[in-house]
């Protein structure tokens, strides 16, 4: 992802607002469980991320 790129996000969004020395304020916090591209608006590509394996750990993981 990238800036400008048309995202999507899943989680809790939670907003805030307040008054400090007479200015009022407002605060948006996204707490995000999943983010992705929007396919709506264009394609994707998927890319699997590959970690390497530690010496002496079989390749399949646990």
Same mark, same amino acid.
């Given at each position: 992802?990238?800036?400008?790129?048309?995202?999507?996000?899943?989680?809790?969004? /939670?907003?805030?607002?307040?008054? @400090?020395?007479?200015? #009022?304020?407002?605060? *948006?916090?996204?707490? !995000?469980?999943?983010?992705?591209?929007?396919?709506? /608006?264009?394609?994707?590509?998927? @890319?699997?991320?590959? #970690?390497?394996?530690? *010496?002496?750990?079989? !390749?399949?993981?646990?």
């Amino acid at each position: 992802m990238t800036v400008g790129e048309p995202l999507l996000a899943r989680g809790r969004l /939670r907003v805030r607002q307040g008054e @400090r020395d007479g200015k #009022r304020w407002t605060s *948006a916090e996204i707490e !995000a469980t999943a983010a992705g591209h929007d396919l709506a /608006r264009g394609t994707s590509s998927f @890319r699997r991320v590959v #970690r390497a394996v530690p *010496a002496g750990e079989p !390749a399949g993981g646990p």
